[in-house]
């Protein structure tokens, strides 16, 4: 026999298990006694040591009941319990609970084979052992599993008021000289559950007892005396302990005074509330405390709750408040912003720095001007009007009237297209800065509008479910499934999500998904799995099972030489029911196309994960391509699913069309705009369309669409391919593409293929 775990635990786990089988062995109602055997066939079942529990229960037995026939009976039930619980330990699998009801009845033949001439003895036996097997299968999985928390349900309940119940009966007989033990547990337990707050817990489980301890007796009076000390202990309930002892002391005084013999009777039985009385004022307050939280749990649980809802409100104002600031940065970069000269304001700047450094100095200066008057400052105006149009001047676009009186002509075409030139340089950084500016103003837009959105989703107060909650808790246990935790919420979408905190080895049973499933009348599954502190116990979130999914195809080849491909693609999900399909082909082939279409396409995949919107990040990613002033741009081919609305989204900037086979007809997605990063504002192509089960989207790059030569040519061949594998479609459209190029790939080749399906469930 191996002792697992601390040793010390153990060693009082099952001091405490004998314990209850000689209380349980002394439990009798009308000379009938059950409700050993039921503790034994219960304790195989949830998992005690098989070997001291056969001791415990056979000498408690025969220490109430030392006779032949008592052995022989308890000994014939033990020895079918056992021989169960052995063929299913060897076969390594859990015992089925009507198994166990099953072998309790059999283990009863040797009392049925004594007794077959009292049959309704007999069936009365039969019908209080089954309800009290069962009643102990639960009490045992709740004490077992449930170790920092006594959430019970409804039906756990009603088990633990009978087992106290059965508890109290086996004590009322067990005297230590005349020192009551079963008024001392039972005062010990009121002042105890007095200390949690909950006046009816406190009265169903004191009731409960005494009735069985009256059962025992026959004597209900014990039930009314009890029910009255009761009574005026939570009347005068904490923080006053010294009270609640001194009136429920001096209660109990005056009621055996009034209804009981006094005398030294009376000594015996106050004694007990005495004992009990001491021990609950020596205990600290802090471990009272504790055991509140631990028995009574819906106080702490509502608080929680409320924190809950509490901080979403106070991250939505946050949330509101950071939306503000990007807001208000958005606006200080859109002001920060300079505006180009117009070409009349450029040309007359530059003609008042020409005529400042070109004309100033001349020793001709004077005459010039009374020569040309007005017809000299035109004529430098013109000139610069040419430059600033063709990109300098020369010679031959000099004025004659200029010309002819000029003796610096060669000084001012040159300071003219040099002047032109800086213009043209600072023009370009001033675009650039300008889209720097914009670029940053745009991001702080969306991340404003980002903000505002994540915090309407949060500003929605978490509705919870707490009787679903002890519910699923039941049902696992019922399928020895250690929960310790449930947390059922809804959220804006009313779906309903849940967080379990499971033991390690439970956290991959199907059994989980089952129950919730069954539970919450929707289609369950585990969404994400992380660990906790505390100990081998895991967290589980588990949501609404989306209706359909996805499955994809993916063939591609390298232009005919080159070692890496211009194509990149991607496939990611978004959230719980978005996907993206995504195809980038950088201009030209190689590493270079490869890095550029990596690049552009990493992009994409960040923003959209990010939740910015479409046009947000299109117009980003152009504006940060288009920045870096070589000259690589980039085609992209972007499909979003929406699984939930069933819809597809394409967006096409620079790619060639897309198709949707529908029912074996071809729907056209049109393809458009320049590649990405080539203008320094992108106008993507867009459509939006329901999409089934039937349908089947196809995405290509260029390099597929020509080889086909035609639209038409693509578009027939596609209609003739009957399988509906997209990863079969993109293999053949691939294969179909080389052989009309007598297998060389002229160019990077990408097919991609999306088909949506109905999950089952």
């Given at each position: 026999m191996k002792i697992k775990g601390n040793s010390k635990k153990f060693v009082l786990k099952y001091i405490a298990v004998f314990f209850v089988c000689l209380v349980l062995a002394k439990a009798q109602l009308n000379d009938l006694s059950p409700f050993l055997l039921a503790f034994f066939f219960a304790g195989i079942y949830v998992g005690f040591e098989e070997k001291l529990l056969s001791i415990f229960a056979l000498t408690a037995a025969l220490a109430v009941s030392p006779t032949l026939k008592s052995l022989l009976i308890n000994i014939t039930a033990i020895a079918i319990g056992l021989i169960v619980f052995y063929i299913y330990k060897f076969s390594k699998?859990?015992?089925p609970l009507y198994l166990i009801f099953i072998s309790y009845l059999l283990g009863l033949s040797t009392y049925f084979y004594f007794n077959y001439n009292e049959f309704l003895s007999l069936l009365y036996y039969i019908a209080l052992g089954l309800i009290c097997l069962y009643v102990f299968i639960i009490v045992l999985h709740v004490l077992l599993l449930r170790k920092n928390c006594f959430k019970l349900t409804l039906n756990e309940s009603i088990c633990f008021l009978f087992a106290i119940a059965i508890v109290g009966m086996g004590l009322?007989?067990?005297?230590?000289?005349?020192?009551?033990?079963?008024?001392?547990?039972?005062?010990?337990?009121?002042?105890l559950f007095v200390s949690t707050g909950s006046t009816p817990m406190t009265f169903a489980i004191a009731l409960s007892f005494s009735l069985g301890v009256g059962l025992g007796n026959l004597d209900l009076l014990p039930l009314a005396e009890f029910a009255l000390l009761t009574m005026l202990a939570n009347i005068f309930s904490m923080p006053a302990k010294f009270k609640i002892v001194f009136v429920v002391l001096l209660s109990d005084v005056l009621v055996q005074f009034y209804f009981f013999n006094a005398g030294m009777s009376?000594?015996?039985?106050?004694?007990?509330?005495?004992?009990?009385?001491?021990?609950?004022?020596?205990?600290?307050?802090?471990?009272?405390?504790?055991?509140?939280?631990?028995?009574?749990?819906?106080?702490?649980?509502?608080?929680?709750?409320?924190?809950?809802?509490t901080t979403r409100k106070n991250i939505r104002k946050r949330m509101n408040e950071l939306s503000n600031v990007f807001s208000d940065m958005k606006q200080i970069h859109l002001n920060m912003v300079k505006k180009e000269l117009t070409k009349?304001?450029?040309?007359?700047?530059?003609?008042?720095?020409?005529?400042?450094?070109?004309?100033?100095?001349?020793l001709d200066k004077n005459r010039c001007t009374r020569a040309l008057g007005t017809d000299n400052k035109s004529s430098l105006e013109l000139l610069i009007e040419i430059a600033v149009t063709k990109g300098k001047v020369t010679l031959l676009d000099i004025p004659n009237s200029l010309s002819n009186r000029c003796g610096k002509v060669n000084n001012l075409i040159s300071l003219i297209n040099r002047l032109s030139v800086e213009y043209k340089q600072y023009k370009n950084m001033l675009a650039d800065v300008n889209n720097v500016k914009i670029l940053l103003a745009d991001q702080m837009g969306a991340v404003s509008r980002l903000l505002l959105d994540i915090g309407d989703e949060i500003d929605t107060n978490v509705s919870f479910d707490i009787a679903r909650e002890n519910k699923i808790i039941s049902r696992l246990l019922s399928h020895n499934i250690e929960c310790k935790e449930v947390l059922l919420y809804a959220g804006k979408d009313e779906n309903i999500s849940a967080v379990l905190i499971l033991k390690g080895g439970e956290m991959y049973n199907p059994i989980v998904e089952k129950v919730l499933t069954e539970t919450l009348?929707?289609?369950?599954?585990?969404?994400?799995?992380?660990?906790?502190?505390?100990?081998?116990?895991?967290?589980?979130?588990?949501?609404?099972?989306?209706?359909?999914d996805c499955v994809f195809g993916l063939a591609s080849c390298n232009k005919s030489g080159n070692l890496e491909s211009g194509d990149c693609h991607s496939i990611i999900r978004l959230g719980k029911d978005r996907f993206l399909l995504a195809l980038c082909d950088g201009m030209g082939s190689g590493k270079?196309?490869?890095?550029?279409?990596?690049?552009?396409?990493?992009?994409?995949?960040?923003?959209?994960?990010?939740?910015?919107?479409?046009?947000?990040?299109l117009e980003s990613v152009n504006k940060l391509l288009a920045i870096n002033n070589q000259e690589n741009y980039s085609t992209l081919d972007v499909c979003l699913l929406d699984l939930n609305n069933e819809i597809a989204d394409f967006i096409k900037v620079g790619s060639p069309f897309g198709l949707i086979k529908r029912d074996g007809n071809i729907e056209i997605v049109e393809g458009g705009a320049l590649p990405i990063g080539a203008l320094d504002n992108v106008s993507p192509a867009t459509k939006k369309t329901t999409i089934s089960t039937k349908d089947i989207i196809i995405m290509v790059t260029d390099?597929?669409?020509?080889?086909?030569?035609?639209?038409?040519?693509?578009?027939?061949?596609?209609?003739?391919?009957?399988s509906n594998n997209p990863q079969t479609l993109a293999e053949s459209?691939?294969?179909e593409a080389l052989r009309l190029n007598d297998n060389t790939a002229k160019d990077d080749m990408t097919v991609l293929v999306g088909r949506m399906y109905l999950k089952s469930n």
């Open positions: 699998k859990p015992i009322a007989p067990i005297y230590i000289y005349e020192f009551s033990l079963y008024r001392f547990v039972l005062m010990s337990i009121i002042f009376m000594f015996y039985q106050v004694l007990p509330i005495i004992l009990a009385g001491l021990i609950f004022l020596c205990l600290p307050n802090k471990l009272l405390n504790e055991f509140s939280d631990f028995v009574y749990v819906k106080k702490s649980e509502l608080s929680s709750r409320n924190l809950i809802n009349a304001e450029l040309i007359a700047m530059l003609t008042r720095e020409i005529m400042n450094t070109c004309c100033k100095d001349c009348k929707m289609s369950m599954e585990i969404t994400s799995i992380s660990p906790i502190e505390d100990g081998d116990f895991y967290s589980l979130t588990l949501r609404r099972k989306n209706k359909y270079g196309a490869h890095k550029m279409s990596a690049t552009t396409l990493g992009l994409i995949e960040n923003f959209y994960k990010a939740g910015f919107d479409n046009d947000v990040i390099g597929i669409t020509d080889a086909f030569i035609s639209q038409e040519n693509i578009i027939e061949y596609v209609s003739k391919l009957a459209i691939l294969s």
